[in-house]
Each structure stands twice: as C-alpha cells, then as structure tokens.
C-alpha cells in the first residue's frame, strides 16, 4: 500500500565548509524491509551540530537524527508496520543521502521504531524517545555494557548506579530505565535541578561541582556504587564516576569510543564505551575513512528492547521528556542548533512539528 509520494522533499543537505541547506532532495528509495515516513515532528540532538560544525558528516547527505510520523509507504518484506500508523524512531543522520530525520520524509527500517501507542503521546514527545533514550538503553542494558536487568523485569540484587549529569537527555531517560527496573540511582546535576532529577525517581542528587561530592555519594549509598554512566564524557566526570564506585569496584560507560587518558589509577575499574550508531545495522564511514562495521549484537539488542517499549509507555512507566517547542519547521532549526552549540538548553529536548 502506498499514498502518492512526489519524486522530491525539502529537506536539512550538509554542504561542504561546515554548514547545511534547507533544500530539494530526492525522497529515498524504499526497500524489502523499509518503511518510509511522512515527517510530524523531528527533535535536536548535540550529534547534529556536531556533525556539521567538526565536518563528521559528509556532503550531500541529510542532517538529524530523531522524527515521528506516519508511515506512507512499506516494504515487500514488512508485516509488523503498516501505512497510517504513526512512529518514532532514530536514523544515523549526517552521513548518509538516503537517511536523515531533518527531511518531509525519513526511510528507516521497520523494526527499528516504535509504533506508538494510541493516546499515549503526542507526536512532539514521541520524536524525543530517539537519540538520548536509545543510548540510556544501549549503556545500560547491552550485555557489552552495564549488562543490567531490562525492565519490566526487575533486579533481584540490592544495587547502587550512578548517574552522572542527570538533567540531560540520556541521563534523564538513563534515570527513568534504572529505577523502573529496581535499581537505587544517585546522580549529580545544578543545584537548580535537583528536584527535577528526584521527581524522575533517582533517590539522591549531588551538585558534581561539589569539591566532596564523591564522599557525599559514598555517603548517601553505604559505598554501595557498582555501576556508573556518564552522559558528560570528560576528564572530571569519568574521574567522579570511577571514584564513587564502591570497594568491590565496577563498570562505568562512557559516551566515548576512545580510552580518555588520566581519569583514575583505579585497577578495578572498568570503562565500557558505548556508541549507539552501532544499533542500527549499518556500516558508516567518516569523512577522515575511519570504518564502523555492522554491529549485529548491536542491533539485534536495541530491537528486542524496542519490542518491550509499547506496554512500557501505555502504562506510563516510560515518561516523555521536557519539550521546548520551537518554531519554523526545517526552516528553524539552524537557529535550534547554534542555541544548543552555546549551551543553553537545560533539562528539555528542542523539538519541531514539520
């Protein structure tokens, strides 16, 4: 089945000197397994600066990561999506002609989204379950990473995580995923924000500029740390988090690939990258030619999970996170990009409605 589609979009092209343009684009190919979706709604991420502003993408491809919408047009092979559904996903923008959320139309795969539940969200919230909530999942739950237990089900043990820098995106929906599946959470944040990360369930907040604040989250757990994850990937939050981890020491994922040099002399320690461009199944190539292969345990893990989300925000025990809507579609987001490339977005997901 198929609504009638127009050969071009309008859509976010990365250009060359570091910049991108609202313009026509051809509307991508659909496969076997594909879907493609009538864009409602796209949210910002600090990857879709990033790519543009450190040349990580390449030319000529669409920009953006996170969208909802309504499927207009599936793939021979498809059976768990239909056309008129509406969806949120994650597609890995910026480097690829054919994928990118900032766009009239995004193509992603059909198993790698989730149809959203009727009167459950709106498709501005639904565009932000994208980016941040994929990587709290891949970081906590992949088996290469933290490993933990993946709610509904529960930990049967009596554990401590850390969650560094709780009001940001993935933190925020790293602090929902933890308690929903019986784990104690302390985590760091502004002072501004410590109710708001209480209110997402973490039990203990401390200000990370705090000279003691490791001893105040030794303090507030028993030393009881075994986990930490850290959505700030930096010298002085990789140290706090390897620091508050308890005497029998643990794991901490990093939102880094690469090892980051004088964090801590601890041999207990474990840092786990994580990168969730690697759920999604397909090879990518930087600009500068360094190659990610398919990550099939990658992918195969985030779709299982995906399979769980549906009954997950029914019931209300994923929450959408805060939204700042932000107005003029495709043609907005430049200035979307440049307010969060300054640093002044708190505590909420810009979004757009297309």
């Not at 768990?80 to 509406?86: D, E, M």
């Not at 597609?91 to 009239?104: R, Y």
């Not at 529960?154 to 995580?161: C, R």
């Not at 995923?177 to 973490?202: D, I, Q």
Request: charged share 20%; proline share 6%; aromatic share 8%.
């Amino acid at each position: 089945m198929t609504s009638e589609i127009l050969a071009t979009m309008r859509a976010a092209i990365i250009e060359e000197g570091r910049k991108f343009e609202i313009k026509s684009h051809a509307v991508p190919v659909v496969g076997d397994n594909d879907i493609l979706v009538k864009t409602v709604a796209v949210a910002l991420n600090p990857t879709d600066w990033k790519h543009v502003a450190y040349s990580a993408g390449i030319p000529g491809s669409i920009l953006g990561c996170d969208f909802s919408g309504t499927v207009v047009k599936v793939g021979s092979a498809v059976q768990t999506v239909s056309v008129g559904q509406s969806v949120t996903g994650f597609v890995h923008g910026g480097l690829f002609p054919d994928e990118g959320a900032f766009a009239e139309y995004v193509k992603t795969q059909s198993d790698l989204v989730l149809v959203i539940p009727e009167d459950t969200l709106t498709h501005e919230e639904a565009a932000a379950i994208g980016c941040a909530f994929w990587t709290a999942v891949q970081a906590l739950f992949h088996p290469t990473r933290l490993g933990l237990t993946e709610p509904p089900a529960k930990t049967s043990n009596d554990e401590w995580i850390l969650v560094y820098g709780g009001s940001t995106a993935v933190s925020q929906s790293a602090v929902q995923l933890a308690t929903l599946a019986g784990y104690k959470v302390v985590s760091t944040a502004s002072p501004h924000n410590f109710e708001f990360v209480k209110s997402l369930r973490a039990s203990a907040v401390f200000d990370y500029h705090a000279p003691d604040v490791v001893g105040q989250i030794k303090v507030a757990t028993g030393d009881g740390v075994v986990h930490a994850m850290d959505s700030i990937p930096s010298v002085d939050p990789l140290r706090i988090c390897a620091e508050s981890i308890g005497p029998a020491g643990g794991n901490v994922v990093q939102l880094v690939l690469a090892p980051v040099p004088g964090v801590t002399e601890r041999k207990d320690v474990a840092f786990k990258p994580a990168l969730i461009y690697s759920a999604l199944g397909r090879e990518w190539v930087l600009p500068n030619g360094t190659t990610f292969p398919v990550s099939e345990g990658g992918r195969t893990h985030m779709v299982s999970f995906l399979k769980k989300l549906p009954e997950l925000v029914k019931s209300g025990a994923v929450k959408p996170l805060p939204i700042k809507h932000w107005e003029g579609g495709l043609d907005g987001i430049a200035d979307g990009l440049q307010y969060m490339r300054d640093g002044k977005v708190g505590a909420e997901k810009i979004v757009y409605r297309l």
